[in-house]
């Protein structure tokens, strides 16, 4: 159980996903969050540093590959996205691909952000 203070005096005060992971689980909010978290601080038509484009796509591609959601198709089309965003078609498109033929469930896509059409488009 979580004791109150227990986060402010962590390593870590400012990053609740991390603190969630290590002391609670893994959870796709809190993955998606750290992934994003490395492109925080860019300002909106900016550039990200080539260092904040790695370390983002390494994370999104951790949280793809973790064995805790194998056959769930929402990490991989986070992975997706993430590579879209980053002007990596190619890649983006195979990670489509393989968010929908891994996925035992195309529920777990995601409805809000255009789901299955989304992947397939």
Request: with cysteine; glycine share 8%.
């Amino acid at each position: 159980m979580y004791t109150r203070g227990e986060l402010a005096a962590s390593s870590m005060p400012d990053r609740p996903e991390v603190f969630i992971l290590r002391n609670v689980g893994k959870f796709p909010d809190d993955m998606e969050a750290m992934a994003l978290r490395h492109l925080r601080g860019v300002e909106k038509g900016a550039t990200p540093s080539a260092s904040a484009v790695t370390s983002a796509l390494v994370t999104a591609e951790w949280y793809a590959n973790d064995r805790a959601f194998e056959g769930w198709a929402g990490p991989q089309a986070f992975n997706a996205r993430m590579l879209r965003a980053m002007g990596r078609a190619d890649e983006a498109r195979d990670a489509a691909r393989v968010a929908l033929s891994t996925a035992s469930c195309w529920d777990t896509v995601g409805t809000e952000r255009g789901g299955v059409k989304e992947m397939v488009a």
